[in-house]
């Protein structure tokens, strides 16, 4: 017979036995403490649950199901350990070598009307400016720049969790990529 607990992460509830969750509560106590800063911990802290909270969501097969070690540790294995010393920096240059799947989506926090143009330059690693100019330049001769724009605008999500605005940018949502995108 198992303890188990029900806990709220990344606003959402689980049911968690006890040792998975000292597992994750570990974790995410460790995490905290390599956060330089304590005024950004809580927002930081607060996407790095959420971040967990999709993972495990994504493990669980039906919500009558608890959260056990091996779904923590496949969490931990997802976002990463914190970084406690100078490992970090051997750390930071095997996460640029591992690219995550880039995904499209608007940019909201560099827009100028839809965020579709700097979705676009984010996705294709491209100036901004550049992409903006056609948009301007297919308006101008044709006004297939501005049904392009309003189709995308409608079709393409926009970013708005930490997570998307990683998988934007094609960078891994691990927990040292989240606390450094503040």
């Known amino acids: ?24 509560k570990n974790y995410l106590d460790d995490f905290r403490a390599t ?19 999709e993972i495990l969501q994504e493990q669980l097969r039906n919500e009558m199901q608890s959260v056990n070690c091996a779904m923590v540790n496949v969490v931990i294995k997802q976002l990463g350990e914190p970084e406690m010393t100078a490992g970090a920096k051997n750390s930071k240059e095997n996460q640029k070598k591992t690219r995550a799947r880039k995904r499209l989506y608007r940019d909201v926090d560099n827009k100028m009307i839809g965020g579709v143009c700097s979705g676009v330059a984010a996705y294709f690693d491209i100036d901004v400016v550049f992409v903006r100019f056609i948009f301007l330049a297919s308006l101008l001769f044709a006004l297939t720049g501005f049904w392009c724009y309003v189709i995308l605008w409608i079709v393409v999500p926009a970013a708005r969790t930490v997570t998307e605005k990683l998988e934007m940018r094609g960078e891994p949502a691990t927990a040292e990529n989240i606390k450094n995108s503040r």
């Not at 809580?42 to 967990?52: A, F, K, L, N, T």
């Open 35 to 53: 956060i330089a800063n304590p005024q950004e911990a809580d927002e930081v802290m607060e996407d790095v649950e959420m971040r967990v909270a």
């Open 1 to 24: 017979m198992k303890k188990v607990l029900t806990v709220s992460i990344g606003r959402k509830s689980f049911v968690i036995d006890d040792d998975a969750f000292a597992r994750l």
